[in-house]
């Protein structure tokens, strides 16, 4: 090999290479939750929001095409969301109400 085809070489070893860049994904519309989205609206993990959804409780995810990604209908969420506030059970707390103590029965 010449030494003229060793320093060619040799530059072209030491050049970086150009990088491939990954297309960016279309956003989803706001209309959609994303599953990031979702974890930070509803007060549940993503395996409760599974079996949630797999008994038909929880509002159901669909893929966004082209792309793989997974979105839920926001509406559908908020809506769930309200359904399980207005099931709640409150009981009334009265300001400056002490704690029930427990008598201590161990002492004799």
């Known amino acids: 090999m010449s030494e003229q085809s060793a320093n060619a070489a040799s530059q072209k070893l030491n050049e970086p290479r150009p990088r491939r860049r990954r297309l960016p994904q279309p956003l989803p519309p706001r209309d959609y939750l994303t599953r990031h989205e979702l974890l ?45 506030a207005s099931r709640r059970v409150h009981e009334p707390h009265v300001r400056g109400e002490a704690a029930a103590v427990i008598p201590n029965t161990t002492d004799s």
């Open 40 to 84: 930070a609206m509803v007060p549940l993990c993503m395996s409760t929001i599974d079996t949630l959804e797999k008994r038909g409780i929880f509002p159901s995810r669909f893929k966004l095409q082209p792309t793989s990604r997974v979105v839920w209908k926001r509406r559908e969420v908020v809506r769930f969301m309200e359904q399980r």
